[in-house]
Structure formats: C-alpha cells, structure tokens
C-alpha cells in the first residue's frame, strides 16, 4: 500500500524544499503531480508508525496536510 501526502504552504512557514528535506530523511519519495510526497508501506502498524513520525517531525514547521492511502 502508499501513503500519499499532500501539503499546503504559507509564507509564514517552511518552504516546500525544507519540507521534502525532512521527508526524504523519513523515507518519504516526492511525487509530481497530485500530490507532494509517497512512502510505501505493508500493514496497518507500519501505517501508524509512518504517520506518528510524519505528525512529530513536522510539527514547529507551520505547514498543513493531507494523507491519502491506497492500494498499489
């Protein structure tokens, strides 16, 4: 499965390129197109793992997001 997200920026917080930065380093792969970034993953553990890290390590950076998941 992918969990695919999608953020929104201000000026105010950080750049789009410091955001993928921080989600390189998490294992997250930026995506063209509908969304910012994909990461894969096998079950519904793995899933909560990937989204409490995500949650944590953004926090502080003023940006906003959305998770989409799918099977692929």
Request: charged share 35%; glycine share 6%; hydrophobic share 35%.
């Amino acid at each position: 499965m992918k969990l695919f997200v999608k953020f929104f920026f201000t000026s105010e917080g950080s750049s789009p390129l410091e955001t993928i930065r921080v989600l390189r380093k998490l294992g997250f792969v930026p995506e063209v197109g509908d969304y910012d970034a994909v990461i894969k993953f096998e079950d519904p553990e793995e899933y909560t793992k990937i989204v409490e890290k995500l949650h944590e390590t953004i926090k502080g950076m003023k940006v906003t997001y959305t998770l989409t998941t799918r099977k692929e």
